[in-house]
């Protein structure tokens, strides 16, 4: 019985240690280093010289099975619409979700999590869904998320499991 025990037990934290843990990086002044980790992300994460003028920006990098960056730029109430709706119409955004034999590639396009409405990036050099981009919005809090995605080994994401899911297994956000 014991020999069993110790066995389970290797099995379990093998296990946790292979798929269940991932590694965060949130050093801002390496936002460049973290883009340059991450497959084609140079081509959707903004330059932060190039962004309207804001108040801070928080970088969250996250490597688990595969990588994600979310770059959370926050503006002042004063500048915050303006910024939101430059940067909205600089994106062309998917209008349906993306399907391939029965499987959804893209389940939703636009949905909640937390304070932000998300919605998914339409790029012809994005890989659905192993490596795409989302441009977040929080009203509430002035805030606006860049976020991108890649695992090269990703073949779905739907069929039972939502966007929102989705993001709080691959992505960092700080608690609202």
């Keep these: 019985m014991t020999r069993k025990v110790i ?13 269940g843990c991932g590694s965060v990086y949130t050093d801002t002044s ?11 992300s140079n081509t959707f994460m903004p330059d932060l010289a190039t962004l309207p003028q804001y108040q801070s920006i928080n970088v969250y990098y996250y490597e688990r099975l595969g990588q994600s960056i979310n770059l959370i730029v926050t503006y002042s109430s004063e500048s915050y619409q303006s910024a939101r709706d430059t940067l909205l119409s600089s994106y062309v955004f998917l209008k349906e979700p993306l399907t391939e034999l029965d499987f959804y590639l893209i389940p939703e396009v636009e949905f909640q999590y937390q304070s932000f409405t998300i919605k998914v990036v339409n790029d012809d050099d994005f890989e659905y869904p192993e490596q795409f981009g989302m441009l977040g919005y929080s009203d509430s809090n002035f805030q606006l998320s860049f976020m991108f995605f890649y695992d090269d080994s990703l073949n779905e994401l739907g069929n039972g499991y939502s966007m929102q899911e989705f993001l709080e297994k691959e992505f960092i956000f700080p608690q609202d």
């Design 7 to 19: 066995l389970i037990s290797v099995f379990f934290f093998l296990y946790i240690s292979l798929f």
């Design 30 to 40: 390496s936002y460049q280093v973290y883009i340059d980790k991450i497959p084609k």
